[in-house]
């Protein structure tokens, strides 16, 4: 087993990144020598992302390593990281991303204090900021309604979620240890598999600390972006493998008997991707999709039967059952509007 003996070990799964992998390194080094950056290129053959990367490791070793893989996926990159992470803390941060100097000193100050403790923490959140390069606006996303400030809590001590508020790979440190113990293992060649890393291990989460600090800048607005509207209809089968892991991953009833608030949480998000897969399968609009989207809401009334009805009738789902053709270009307003108002995408 590799040995924890830095701080946090960033890891940046790098596929054809050249042209914008530098700026996000730029930004992690700033975090200090008790770090490791493990760049893990994913197969690139388009540009020059290989040689970038033992560059990078050759002007700073024993901070920065290169690993070479051949091409399995974001997910791969962030399971390979996983595996050779030598931080007591674990983030990825995606090579067309980048964190804020500023609040990611405040971030390391605490990640030093709880590396000093008997029982570290197990997962820190910071805001993430939606940088938006269509338009050159910015969208920041906090947490100070939900979660406690100054002090070390618990799923108990957890407020409300707001609407299309949720925890996302961008707000999450976790503790590697955790992340090895509940054994996330993340599917290769499949988009979207960021919503697992912030969903399978949270049972596994006791304890959580919270700096209300605007750290992970997400730019989004490429036209070949994962995120990208039509991106996601053409890739929504990969949508739907993901969600359907998530039904497989745990009992929401068990863990809402247990704790309820956590229960809670994850019963919203669970919901929100049956809602944006449904949306992404009626925006592919083949005859294909639609059955895969019936197929979905079967998998989940044999599999979750319990939840099955109460996800149906949620409020983030409601929208997107509506019947017919009509009831399909409403359930489109609808998440459009939504995407409007909130800048999700």
């Known amino acids: 087993m590799t040995p924890l003996d830095k701080i946090i070990t960033f890891a940046v799964p790098c596929y054809n990144s050249a042209a914008y992998m530098d700026h996000c390194i730029e930004t992690l080094l700033t975090a200090g020598e008790d770090i490791e950056i493990i760049l893990v290129d994913d197969g690139s053959t388009k540009d020059d992302t290989p040689a970038k990367c033992?560059?990078?490791?050759?002007?700073?070793?024993?901070?920065?390593?290169?690993?070479?893989?051949?091409?399995?996926?974001?997910?791969?990159?962030?399971?390979?990281g996983i595996r050779n992470a030598r931080g007591l803390y674990y983030k990825v941060v995606d090579s067309d991303d980048w964190l804020d100097a500023d609040a990611l000193a405040k971030v390391m100050e605490k990640l030093r204090e709880f590396a000093a403790m008997p029982a570290p923490v197990d997962m820190v959140?910071?805001?993430?900021?939606?940088?938006?390069?269509?338009?050159?606006?910015?969208?920041?996303?906090?947490?100070?309604?939900?979660?406690?400030?100054?002090?070390?809590?618990?799923?108990?001590?957890?407020?409300?979620?707001?609407?299309?508020?949720?925890?996302?790979?961008?707000?999450?440190?976790?503790?590697?240890?955790l992340l090895r113990d509940c054994g996330l293992e993340l599917p290769k060649h499949t988009f979207y598999v960021d919503n697992i890393f912030v969903y399978q291990p949270l049972p596994f989460v006791k304890t959580m600390y919270y700096l209300n600090v605007d750290l992970y800048r997400y730019f989004i607005g490429r036209a070949d972006q994962s995120v990208n509207e039509s991106v996601m209809a053409s890739r929504s089968d990969q949508q739907v493998r993901v969600t359907k892991l998530m039904i497989d991953a745990h009992d929401l009833t068990k863990i809402r008997s247990l704790q309820p608030r956590l229960g809670r949480y994850m019963f919203s998000y669970l919901s929100m991707m049956m809602c944006i897969s449904s949306i992404f399968l009626i925006i592919a609009d083949t005859p294909e999709s639609l059955g895969?989207?019936?197929?979905?809401?079967?998998?989940?009334?044999?599999?979750?039967?319990?939840?099955?009805?109460?996800?149906?009738?949620?409020?983030?789902?409601?929208?997107?059952?509506?019947?017919?053709?009509?009831?399909?270009?409403?359930?489109?307003?609808?998440?459009?509007?939504?995407?409007k108002i909130y800048k999700f995408n």
């Open 125 to 177: 959140i910071a805001n993430y900021v939606y940088e938006h390069v269509e338009d050159n606006t910015q969208k920041v996303m906090g947490y100070k309604n939900v979660f406690p400030t100054g002090r070390i809590f618990t799923w108990n001590n957890i407020r409300h979620f707001r609407a299309s508020q949720y925890l996302l790979m961008h707000s999450v440190i976790y503790r590697t240890q």
């Open 54 to 80: 033992d560059e990078w490791e050759q002007r700073h070793p024993g901070i920065i390593r290169a690993i070479h893989q051949e091409n399995g996926g974001h997910g791969e990159g962030v399971n390979q």
């Open 292 to 339: 895969m989207r019936t197929e979905l809401w079967e998998y989940l009334r044999k599999k979750r039967g319990n939840l099955y009805r109460r996800i149906r009738g949620s409020i983030i789902c409601a929208g997107t059952n509506l019947p017919g053709y009509q009831g399909r270009k409403l359930s489109l307003k609808l998440y459009r509007l939504a995407r």
